[in-house]
């Protein structure tokens, strides 16, 4: 059963431009979402997070937004850069546990 | 502040060996997570460490997998007679010693297991 789920698998767009990547997940219990950032034969970076008691949370270029009834989130990067061409994760935590659930991945490409 | 390592970064073991990767969280953490990655997937919780103690193993194999954070060293993760799957890319975490789900748990290199 997967919990944390992102959809789409990879997504390219143009240097400059906004990159949308979006996160549903299933348990109402998840209080606390992070974005993690990959590169390949590297651990995830931490990018941003955002607990239940937020819709938005902002850093720089990066925008979590989060919507509880729709038990969505998603990531905005603004402007998109090639250095941010990546595999995406989500991941949410449960409050009590301290165990990430993490969604399989959105693989970003940004074109020069 | 060094981030947290993680070695061997690669390990080879031929099916029926032991293999024993090891973790040394961020200076100043003292909680160890423990994850797997199998190819083009996300990653899995295993096991959740403080200082000798296991406070959670909910995500661990129930044979042939173990895992320690002793009082002084690293944290250990043992896999007892591999098998071919069990090559992944297996990464810790560590977080602050605050005990709030909303730390963040940052992440090492990870060791990349190929069972032959």
């Known amino acids: 059963d997967q919990q944390v789920k992102q959809n789409s698998p990879s997504l390219s767009v143009q240097e400059g431009r906004i990159s949308i990547l979006n996160c549903d997940y299933t348990n109402s219990m998840f209080d606390y979402f992070l974005w993690y950032k990959k590169y390949p034969a590297e651990g995830p970076t931490f990018l941003i997070s955002i607990s239940s008691i937020k819709d938005k949370n902002e850093d720089g270029r990066f925008t979590v937004f989060l919507n509880k009834s729709a038990k969505h989130l998603s990531l905005h990067i603004v402007p998109s850069q090639p250095g941010d061409s990546a595999v995406y994760f989500c991941a949410a935590s449960a409050a009590g546990t301290y165990k990430y659930i993490f969604g399989t991945g959105t693989r970003l490409k940004v074109l020069a | 502040n060094a981030g947290v390592m993680q070695n061997p970064r690669h390990l080879v073991r031929r099916r029926g060996q032991e293999a024993r990767l090891r973790c040394s969280p961020m200076k100043g953490h003292s909680h160890v997570y423990w994850y797997r990655q199998l190819p083009e997937e996300g990653l899995k919780f295993m096991v959740y460490?403080?200082?000798?103690?296991?406070?959670?193993e909910s995500g661990m194999p129930k044979e042939r997998f173990s895992a320690e954070f002793p009082k002084e060293g690293p944290s250990i993760l043992r896999i007892q007679q591999v098998v071919r799957g069990d090559s992944a890319a297996y990464f810790c975490?560590?977080?602050?010693?605050?005990?709030?789900?909303?730390?963040?748990?940052?992440f090492g290199p990870g060791t990349r297991l190929t069972v032959l």
């Open positions: 975490a560590s977080s602050p010693p605050d005990r709030v789900n909303t730390d963040t748990q940052y």
């Open positions: 460490l403080q200082k000798e103690n296991i406070i959670d």
